[in-house]
């Protein structure tokens, strides 16, 4: 079983009288500005608005590649822009600082503007060298991808016991591998379900992934501090440690992008041991490597999507389903597309992220995660019915385990990679 395969089965696709080069341009930023959006929006995880343009990419009107790189533009788009909310909402009390979240230290320390332009350079330097690496490791990932397919419960077993293994302490560790059983189960008892609900889509993908890693930030969030006064925008870290730091974050995303069931997230985690802690924290390290990981683990999804025919993230599902299908032919355009995204988040970023540090960091957190959720309900029941919001429910508790445990949440990925390695 491969949770992410999610078929659809696209309607016949209306047309637009445009050139080629000028519909691609066209949709390209038209992907860039729902990307946008949805980067922007708290607690709205990429797979989630990934199966929602997946929903309504048969309906515009375009050629299958012009539609496939909107659908591709907004994933990367949103790949650099989740980290201004995630820096923004949940920003502890200095007092609890030390617990905190790497992004969260540096705006708690004043230093979010930094973090956003680290976080920037790390998604656009991992894309200008994902590139030219995407053709020798999709040979090599050709290659070996048989033997990875029949071993594929040992190879997932391995990330696993790496992840635990990489944590700081014993504890956390243990509780680790506690949050992963935890996650498990819950993918195990839920994934196969298949409620009614208005969008057949995606089924209990979109309310597992909303609880999981979307409600517990907001829930977080009820009783955030607020974003203090930030600092001005100069680099702690020199041009070759971000450069180094962002190539460690764009190998672990190759390696993570030709493994279904295993996402960004655990390529960032496993991005760490590449990377020298050059600060008394490591949380720019982190920040740069995380984000490269991120947004790197898209092209190389690309590249195991035209070459593998499987989709490894839910913006492959969409962009395979919504978008008609991803041909050896169309991989240049949408690689073009890919640079252009990457270029606009990087700008992106850099001229909203201020902004929205000073915006959101004055308005009441109650109200802004009281909305979302809501949202985030109503997602639930439009993908998976009244059955999602209760599964919705159930992995927001789940999700809340891993911060009060003080372990990663990554280790709530169990909810793919535990059915997988049990073979269920």
Same mark, same amino acid.
């Given at each position: 079983?491969?949770?992410?395969?999610?078929?659809?089965?696209? #309607?016949?696709?209306? !047309?637009?009288?445009? /050139?080629?080069?000028?519909?691609?341009?066209?949709?390209?930023?038209?992907?860039?500005?729902?990307?946008?959006?949805?980067?922007?929006?708290?607690? +709205?995880?990429?797979?989630?608005? /990934?199966?929602?343009?997946?929903?309504?990419?048969?309906?515009?009107?375009?050629?299958?590649?012009?539609?496939?790189?909107?659908?591709?533009?907004?994933?990367?788009?949103? !790949?650099?822009?989740? +980290?201004?909310?995630?820096?923004?909402?949940?920003?502890?009390?200095?007092?609890?600082?030390?617990?905190?979240?790497?992004?969260?230290?540096?705006?708690?320390?004043?230093?979010?503007?930094?973090?956003?332009?680290?976080?920037?350079?790390?998604?656009?330097? /991992?894309?200008?060298?994902?590139?030219?690496?995407?053709?020798?490791?999709?040979?090599?990932? !050709?290659?070996?991808?048989?033997?990875?397919?029949?071993?594929?419960?040992?190879?997932?077993?391995?990330?696993?016991?790496?992840?635990?293994?990489?944590?700081?302490?014993?504890?956390?560790?243990?509780?680790?591998? %506690?949050?992963?059983?935890?996650?498990?189960?819950?993918?195990? #008892?839920?994934?196969?379900?298949?409620?009614?609900?208005?969008?057949?889509?995606?089924?209990?993908?979109?309310?597992?992934?909303s609880g999981l890693f979307g409600a517990?930030?907001?829930?977080?969030?009820?009783?955030?501090?607020?974003?203090?006064?930030?600092?001005?925008?100069?680099? /702690?870290?020199?041009?070759?440690?971000?450069?180094?730091?962002?190539?460690?974050?764009?190998?672990?995303?190759?390696?993570?992008?030709?493994?279904?069931?295993?996402?960004?997230?655990?390529?960032?985690?496993?991005?760490?041991?590449?990377?020298?802690?050059?600060?008394?924290?490591?949380?720019?390290?982190?920040?740069?490597?995380?984000?490269?990981?991120?947004? #790197?683990?898209t092209v190389f999804a690309l590249f195991?999507?035209?070459?593998?025919?499987?989709?490894?993230?839910?913006?492959?599902?969409?962009?395979?389903?919504?978008?008609?299908?991803?041909?050896?032919?169309?991989?240049?355009?949408?690689?073009?597309?890919?640079?252009?995204?990457?270029?606009?988040? %990087?700008?992106?970023?850099?001229?909203?992220?201020?902004?929205?540090?000073?915006?959101?960091?004055?308005?009441?957190?109650?109200?802004?995660?009281?909305?979302?959720?809501?949202?985030?309900?109503?997602?639930?029941?439009?993908?998976?019915?009244?059955?999602?919001?209760?599964? %919705?429910?159930?992995? #927001?508790?789940?999700?809340?385990?891993?911060?009060?445990?003080?372990?990663?949440?990554?280790?709530?990925?169990?909810?793919?990679?535990?059915?997988?390695?049990?073979?269920?």
């Amino acid at each position: 079983m491969d949770p992410l395969a999610v078929g659809l089965v696209p #309607s016949v696709r209306p !047309t637009l009288a445009l /050139a080629p080069t000028a519909e691609l341009l066209l949709f390209a930023v038209c992907g860039v500005c729902l990307g946008t959006v949805s980067g922007l929006v708290p607690g +709205v995880h990429a797979n989630n608005f /990934a199966l929602l343009l997946a929903a309504v990419g048969p309906t515009l009107p375009g050629s299958q590649t012009a539609v496939g790189a909107a659908i591709l533009a907004a994933g990367v788009v949103h !790949t650099f822009l989740d +980290v201004v909310p995630a820096l923004a909402l949940g920003v502890p009390d200095p007092a609890m600082a030390a617990t905190a979240l790497p992004g969260h230290r540096l705006v708690v320390a004043g230093r979010g503007r930094e973090a956003l332009r680290l976080s920037a350079l790390g998604s656009v330097l /991992a894309v200008a060298l994902a590139v030219p690496l995407a053709l020798p490791v999709t040979w090599l990932m !050709t290659e070996a991808y048989p033997v990875v397919r029949a071993y594929l419960p040992v190879v997932l077993s391995a990330v696993v016991l790496l992840l635990l293994v990489t944590e700081p302490s014993r504890r956390a560790a243990l509780a680790g591998a %506690f949050c992963f059983v935890l996650a498990s189960a819950l993918g195990v #008892s839920t994934l196969d379900l298949e409620p009614e609900a208005p969008l057949a889509l995606g089924g209990m993908l979109a309310p597992l992934f909303s609880g999981l890693f979307g409600a517990p930030v907001l829930l977080d969030a009820f009783d955030g501090a607020g974003v203090p006064p930030q600092d001005d925008t100069a680099l /702690a870290l020199s041009g070759r440690e971000v450069g180094w730091t962002a190539g460690a974050g764009s190998l672990a995303g190759a390696f993570v992008g030709y493994l279904p069931g295993v996402s960004a997230a655990v390529a960032s985690v496993l991005s760490l041991p590449l990377v020298p802690d050059v600060d008394d924290e490591g949380a720019r390290e982190f920040l740069v490597a995380s984000s490269g990981a991120n947004t #790197s683990n898209t092209v190389f999804a690309l590249f195991a999507l035209v070459t593998l025919g499987t989709p490894r993230t839910g913006v492959m599902v969409a962009l395979e389903d919504g978008g008609g299908g991803v041909g050896a032919g169309a991989l240049p355009a949408l690689l073009a597309t890919t640079a252009l995204a990457a270029l606009a988040g %990087f700008v992106l970023v850099v001229v909203v992220g201020d902004s929205y540090l000073r915006v959101v960091g004055r308005t009441n957190y109650a109200v802004v995660s009281a909305t979302i959720l809501v949202l985030l309900v109503a997602l639930s029941w439009l993908f998976a019915g009244l059955v999602g919001v209760g599964v %919705f429910v159930v992995a #927001s508790l789940v999700g809340l385990v891993p911060v009060r445990l003080r372990t990663r949440r990554v280790h709530l990925m169990g909810v793919l990679v535990g059915p997988l390695v049990l073979g269920v």
